[in-house]
Protein backbone atom coordinates (compact mmCIF):
# COMPACT_ATOMS: atom_id res chain seq x y z
CA UNK A 1 0.00 0.00 0.00
CA UNK A 2 1.47 3.65 -0.61
CA UNK A 3 -0.02 6.83 0.63
CA UNK A 4 1.18 10.34 0.51
CA UNK A 5 1.20 10.93 4.53
CA UNK A 6 3.00 14.24 5.06
CA UNK A 7 5.60 14.49 7.33
CA UNK A 8 5.21 16.65 10.47
CA UNK A 9 7.53 19.08 10.80
CA UNK A 10 9.71 19.96 14.03
CA UNK A 11 8.79 16.69 16.17
CA UNK A 12 11.49 14.09 16.67
CA UNK A 13 11.94 11.42 14.55
CA UNK A 14 10.70 8.83 16.55
CA UNK A 15 7.70 10.64 17.40
CA UNK A 16 6.64 11.51 13.74
CA UNK A 17 7.29 8.10 12.85
CA UNK A 18 4.77 6.83 15.59
CA UNK A 19 2.00 9.93 14.34
CA UNK A 20 2.92 8.91 10.51
CA UNK A 21 2.14 4.86 11.67
CA UNK A 22 -1.01 5.55 12.80
CA UNK A 23 -2.36 7.44 9.81
CA UNK A 24 -1.44 4.48 7.74
CA UNK A 25 -3.52 2.12 10.05
CA UNK A 26 -6.46 4.66 10.14
CA UNK A 27 -5.81 4.53 5.98
CA UNK A 28 -5.69 1.00 5.90
CA UNK A 29 -8.48 0.82 7.80
CA UNK A 30 -10.62 1.85 4.44
CA UNK A 31 -8.73 -0.25 2.14
CA UNK A 32 -11.97 -2.20 1.78
CA UNK A 33 -14.32 -0.07 0.70
CA UNK A 34 -16.66 -1.51 -1.61
CA UNK A 35 -17.29 1.42 -3.49
CA UNK A 36 -14.20 3.93 -5.24
CA UNK A 37 -15.51 6.95 -4.85
CA UNK A 38 -16.49 6.51 -0.93
CA UNK A 39 -13.29 5.00 -0.64
CA UNK A 40 -11.30 7.89 -2.31
CA UNK A 41 -13.44 10.52 -0.21
CA UNK A 42 -12.51 9.43 3.02
CA UNK A 43 -8.95 8.45 2.68
CA UNK A 44 -8.52 11.76 1.28
CA UNK A 45 -10.66 13.02 4.34
CA UNK A 46 -8.85 10.87 7.04
CA UNK A 47 -5.26 12.34 5.37
CA UNK A 48 -6.05 15.93 5.72
CA UNK A 49 -7.87 15.86 9.02
CA UNK A 50 -4.75 13.76 10.25
CA UNK A 51 -2.03 16.41 8.45
CA UNK A 52 -4.43 19.22 10.42
CA UNK A 53 -3.73 18.00 13.31
CA UNK A 54 -0.02 17.08 13.21
CA UNK A 55 0.46 20.42 11.48
CA UNK A 56 -1.08 22.65 14.33
CA UNK A 57 -0.81 20.26 17.43
CA UNK A 58 -4.00 21.09 19.07
CA UNK A 59 -4.38 20.71 22.83
CA UNK A 60 -7.39 18.52 24.89
CA UNK A 61 -9.16 21.33 25.59
CA UNK A 62 -8.81 23.00 22.19
CA UNK A 63 -10.15 19.58 20.65
CA UNK A 64 -12.74 19.12 23.00
CA UNK A 65 -13.93 22.93 22.13
CA UNK A 66 -13.52 22.08 18.21
CA UNK A 67 -16.27 19.09 19.14
CA UNK A 68 -18.42 21.26 21.54
CA UNK A 69 -18.70 23.65 18.87
CA UNK A 70 -19.35 21.08 16.50
CA UNK A 71 -22.20 20.27 18.36
CA UNK A 72 -23.77 23.70 19.04
CA UNK A 73 -23.47 23.37 15.08
CA UNK A 74 -26.33 20.50 15.52
CA UNK A 75 -28.21 21.47 18.20
CA UNK A 76 -29.47 24.98 16.61
CA UNK A 77 -29.98 23.64 12.88
CA UNK A 78 -33.65 22.96 12.41
CA UNK A 79 -35.54 22.67 9.40
CA UNK A 80 -35.63 26.36 9.00
CA UNK A 81 -31.68 26.66 9.79
CA UNK A 82 -28.70 24.75 8.89
CA UNK A 83 -25.64 25.99 10.40
CA UNK A 84 -23.71 23.71 9.59
CA UNK A 85 -23.99 24.98 5.69
CA UNK A 86 -23.10 28.90 7.86
CA UNK A 87 -20.34 27.16 8.60
CA UNK A 88 -19.13 25.92 4.95
CA UNK A 89 -20.30 29.48 3.94
CA UNK A 90 -18.18 31.26 6.30
CA UNK A 91 -14.85 29.04 5.57
CA UNK A 92 -15.21 29.51 1.84
CA UNK A 93 -16.41 26.02 1.13
CA UNK A 94 -19.59 26.33 -0.36
CA UNK A 95 -17.63 28.89 -2.95
CA UNK A 96 -14.98 26.52 -3.61
CA UNK A 97 -17.20 23.37 -4.04
CA UNK A 98 -19.74 25.99 -6.65
CA UNK A 99 -16.18 26.81 -8.10
CA UNK A 100 -15.62 22.77 -8.46
CA UNK A 101 -19.33 22.36 -9.95
CA UNK A 102 -18.99 25.20 -12.83
CA UNK A 103 -16.45 24.58 -14.55
CA UNK A 104 -16.03 28.08 -16.83
CA UNK A 105 -17.73 27.57 -19.94
CA UNK A 106 -17.11 30.51 -22.64
CA UNK A 107 -18.99 33.77 -21.38
CA UNK A 108 -21.48 31.15 -19.26
CA UNK A 109 -22.51 33.53 -15.94
CA UNK A 110 -20.85 32.65 -13.11
CA UNK A 111 -22.56 30.62 -10.21
CA UNK A 112 -22.24 31.78 -6.31
CA UNK A 113 -24.19 30.61 -3.25
CA UNK A 114 -27.83 29.53 -2.76
CA UNK A 115 -27.91 30.95 0.64
CA UNK A 116 -30.61 29.62 3.02
CA UNK A 117 -33.79 31.44 2.05
CA UNK A 118 -34.65 29.71 -1.06
CA UNK A 119 -37.97 28.04 -0.80
CA UNK A 120 -40.08 25.73 -3.69
CA UNK A 121 -43.25 27.02 -5.05
CA UNK A 122 -42.89 30.76 -4.89
CA UNK A 123 -45.51 32.39 -7.10
CA UNK A 124 -45.80 33.01 -10.74
CA UNK A 125 -45.88 36.21 -12.22
CA UNK A 126 -45.92 37.79 -16.14
CA UNK A 127 -43.09 39.29 -17.55
CA UNK A 128 -43.06 42.64 -16.43
CA UNK A 129 -44.89 41.41 -13.05
CA UNK A 130 -43.65 42.56 -9.32
CA UNK A 131 -41.91 40.23 -7.27
CA UNK A 132 -41.57 42.09 -4.31
CA UNK A 133 -45.08 41.25 -3.30
CA UNK A 134 -45.18 43.92 -0.56
CA UNK A 135 -42.00 43.85 0.97
CA UNK A 136 -40.75 47.11 2.05
CA UNK A 137 -38.19 48.48 -0.28
CA UNK A 138 -37.85 51.32 -2.95
CA UNK A 139 -39.11 50.19 -6.30
CA UNK A 140 -36.58 48.20 -9.10
CA UNK A 141 -37.18 47.15 -12.20
CA UNK A 142 -34.92 44.36 -13.68
CA UNK A 143 -34.49 43.26 -17.25
CA UNK A 144 -32.15 40.96 -19.41
CA UNK A 145 -32.09 37.84 -22.07
CA UNK A 146 -31.54 34.40 -21.48
CA UNK A 147 -28.84 33.11 -24.65
CA UNK A 148 -26.96 29.72 -24.90
CA UNK A 149 -23.29 30.27 -25.01
CA UNK A 150 -23.61 29.89 -28.64
CA UNK A 151 -25.56 33.42 -28.08
CA UNK A 152 -29.07 32.30 -29.13
CA UNK A 153 -31.90 33.11 -26.87
CA UNK A 154 -33.32 30.68 -24.47
CA UNK A 155 -37.15 30.91 -24.82
CA UNK A 156 -39.35 29.62 -21.80
CA UNK A 157 -36.40 29.33 -19.35
CA UNK A 158 -37.69 29.48 -15.51
CA UNK A 159 -36.06 32.13 -13.85
CA UNK A 160 -36.63 32.32 -9.70
CA UNK A 161 -35.77 35.35 -8.16
CA UNK A 162 -35.91 36.16 -4.41
CA UNK A 163 -34.12 38.59 -2.28
CA UNK A 164 -34.38 40.42 1.22
CA UNK A 165 -36.41 43.85 1.85
CA UNK A 166 -35.11 46.66 2.64
CA UNK A 167 -35.00 45.81 6.55
CA UNK A 168 -32.62 43.06 5.76
CA UNK A 169 -34.94 40.23 6.38
CA UNK A 170 -36.54 37.57 3.81
CA UNK A 171 -40.34 36.62 4.01
CA UNK A 172 -39.60 33.53 5.81
CA UNK A 173 -37.89 35.26 8.57
CA UNK A 174 -41.17 37.06 10.15
CA UNK A 175 -42.94 33.48 10.50
CA UNK A 176 -46.14 34.74 10.01
CA UNK A 177 -46.56 32.96 6.49
CA UNK A 178 -46.29 35.67 3.78
CA UNK A 179 -44.81 35.30 0.64
CA UNK A 180 -42.93 38.25 -0.42
CA UNK A 181 -39.89 39.20 -2.21
CA UNK A 182 -39.83 36.17 -3.86
CA UNK A 183 -41.49 34.54 -7.25
CA UNK A 184 -41.00 33.09 -10.54
CA UNK A 185 -41.74 33.60 -14.51
CA UNK A 186 -40.55 32.78 -17.57
CA UNK A 187 -38.56 34.01 -20.52
CA UNK A 188 -40.12 34.85 -23.79
CA UNK A 189 -39.65 33.47 -27.39
CA UNK A 190 -36.66 35.76 -27.53
CA UNK A 191 -35.43 34.68 -24.11
CA UNK A 192 -36.29 38.10 -22.63
CA UNK A 193 -37.35 38.91 -19.34
CA UNK A 194 -38.42 41.83 -16.79
CA UNK A 195 -39.64 41.90 -13.46
CA UNK A 196 -40.12 44.91 -10.16
CA UNK A 197 -38.36 44.18 -7.32
CA UNK A 198 -36.67 45.96 -4.25
CA UNK A 199 -33.40 47.96 -4.53
CA UNK A 200 -31.17 45.41 -2.48
CA UNK A 201 -29.80 46.28 0.63
CA UNK A 202 -26.35 44.43 2.92
CA UNK A 203 -28.03 42.41 5.67
CA UNK A 204 -26.50 40.23 8.32
CA UNK A 205 -25.86 36.59 7.86
CA UNK A 206 -27.62 34.96 11.26
CA UNK A 207 -24.81 35.27 14.09
CA UNK A 208 -26.45 34.22 17.03
CA UNK A 209 -25.21 30.83 16.97
CA UNK A 210 -22.15 29.30 17.18
CA UNK A 211 -20.86 30.75 13.79
CA UNK A 212 -21.75 34.27 14.60
CA UNK A 213 -19.01 33.04 17.72
CA UNK A 214 -16.34 32.12 15.37
CA UNK A 215 -16.98 35.24 13.12
CA UNK A 216 -16.54 37.69 16.28
CA UNK A 217 -13.74 35.63 17.25
CA UNK A 218 -11.57 36.02 14.24
CA UNK A 219 -12.67 40.02 13.73
CA UNK A 220 -14.89 39.63 10.41
CA UNK A 221 -18.20 40.57 10.10
CA UNK A 222 -21.20 38.87 9.52
CA UNK A 223 -22.82 40.86 6.48
CA UNK A 224 -23.39 40.30 3.05
CA UNK A 225 -22.87 42.51 0.24
CA UNK A 226 -26.31 43.77 -1.07
CA UNK A 227 -27.49 41.49 -3.97
CA UNK A 228 -31.02 40.03 -6.02
CA UNK A 229 -30.70 35.79 -5.96
CA UNK A 230 -31.27 34.35 -9.40
CA UNK A 231 -31.84 30.58 -10.17
CA UNK A 232 -32.55 30.00 -14.51
CA UNK A 233 -33.15 26.28 -15.57
CA UNK A 234 -33.74 25.65 -18.90
CA UNK A 235 -33.77 21.90 -20.55
CA UNK A 236 -30.42 20.85 -22.47
CA UNK A 237 -28.92 23.38 -19.84
CA UNK A 238 -27.13 23.72 -16.81
CA UNK A 239 -28.91 24.91 -14.12
CA UNK A 240 -27.85 28.72 -13.14
CA UNK A 241 -27.36 29.48 -9.35
CA UNK A 242 -26.17 32.94 -8.63
CA UNK A 243 -26.71 37.02 -7.60
CA UNK A 244 -26.47 39.85 -8.91
CA UNK A 245 -24.77 42.44 -6.39
CA UNK A 246 -25.21 46.43 -6.69
CA UNK A 247 -21.77 48.41 -7.76
CA UNK A 248 -20.29 50.39 -4.73
CA UNK A 249 -21.73 48.48 -1.64
CA UNK A 250 -19.58 48.76 0.81
CA UNK A 251 -19.13 44.98 1.29
CA UNK A 252 -18.64 43.89 -1.57
CA UNK A 253 -15.11 43.17 -1.02
CA UNK A 254 -15.94 41.67 3.00
CA UNK A 255 -18.57 39.31 2.18
CA UNK A 256 -18.82 37.18 4.75
CA UNK A 257 -19.78 33.91 2.23
CA UNK A 258 -17.45 35.03 -0.63
CA UNK A 259 -20.26 34.75 -2.70
CA UNK A 260 -18.69 38.14 -4.68
CA UNK A 261 -17.53 37.76 -8.06
CA UNK A 262 -16.69 40.98 -10.09
CA UNK A 263 -18.69 40.02 -13.39
CA UNK A 264 -21.64 39.91 -11.27
CA UNK A 265 -21.77 43.53 -9.92
CA UNK A 266 -23.84 45.84 -11.62
CA UNK A 267 -24.55 49.19 -11.75
CA UNK A 268 -28.26 49.84 -10.46
CA UNK A 269 -29.11 53.17 -11.97
CA UNK A 270 -30.99 55.33 -9.76
CA UNK A 271 -34.22 57.35 -11.46
CA UNK A 272 -35.40 60.38 -10.09
CA UNK A 273 -39.23 60.58 -8.82
CA UNK A 274 -41.11 61.14 -11.37
CA UNK A 275 -38.87 59.51 -13.85
CA UNK A 276 -41.32 57.53 -16.69
CA UNK A 277 -41.38 54.32 -15.21
CA UNK A 278 -41.36 50.74 -17.45
CA UNK A 279 -45.08 49.41 -18.28
CA UNK A 280 -46.79 52.70 -17.45
CA UNK A 281 -45.87 52.01 -14.11
CA UNK A 282 -46.41 54.83 -11.20
CA UNK A 283 -44.03 55.36 -9.09
CA UNK A 284 -44.41 57.92 -6.51
CA UNK A 285 -40.51 58.12 -5.47
CA UNK A 286 -37.08 57.35 -6.48
CA UNK A 287 -36.39 54.20 -8.25
CA UNK A 288 -33.74 51.99 -9.81
CA UNK A 289 -33.30 50.00 -12.79
CA UNK A 290 -30.64 47.16 -13.47
CA UNK A 291 -29.92 44.65 -16.46
CA UNK A 292 -28.96 41.48 -16.19
CA UNK A 293 -28.22 39.19 -19.20
CA UNK A 294 -28.00 35.93 -18.48
CA UNK A 295 -25.44 32.92 -20.51
CA UNK A 296 -26.34 29.65 -19.73
CA UNK A 297 -23.88 26.75 -20.18
CA UNK A 298 -24.64 23.37 -21.72
CA UNK A 299 -25.73 20.66 -19.12
CA UNK A 300 -22.86 17.71 -19.19
CA UNK A 301 -25.18 15.43 -17.84
CA UNK A 302 -23.99 15.21 -14.23
CA UNK A 303 -24.81 12.23 -12.44
CA UNK A 304 -24.84 11.17 -8.53
CA UNK A 305 -21.72 8.97 -7.37
CA UNK A 306 -21.85 6.46 -6.07
CA UNK A 307 -21.03 8.25 -1.97
CA UNK A 308 -24.23 10.30 -3.35
CA UNK A 309 -26.30 7.36 -3.03
CA UNK A 310 -24.17 5.47 0.26
Known sequence: MSQDVPPAKGIAAEQDAREEALVRQVLAAFDGTPSPRLKQLVQA?????????????????????????????GQISDDRRQEFILLSDVLGLSMQTIAVNNEARGDATEATVLGPFFVEGSPEIPIGGDMSGGAAGEPCW???????????????????VWEADADGHYDVQYGDGRTAGRAHLHSDDQGRFAFWGVTPTPYPIPSDGPVGDL?????????RASHLHFMVSAGGLRTLVTHIFVRGCAYLERDSVFGVKESLIRDFARQEAGTPAPGGREVSGPWTRVRFDIVLAPDQGAQDTEAERW
Open 142 to 160: VEGVVRDTAGEPVPRARIE
Open 215 to 223: LRAAGRSPM
Open 45 to 73: LARHLHAFVRETRPTTREWEAAIGFLTAC
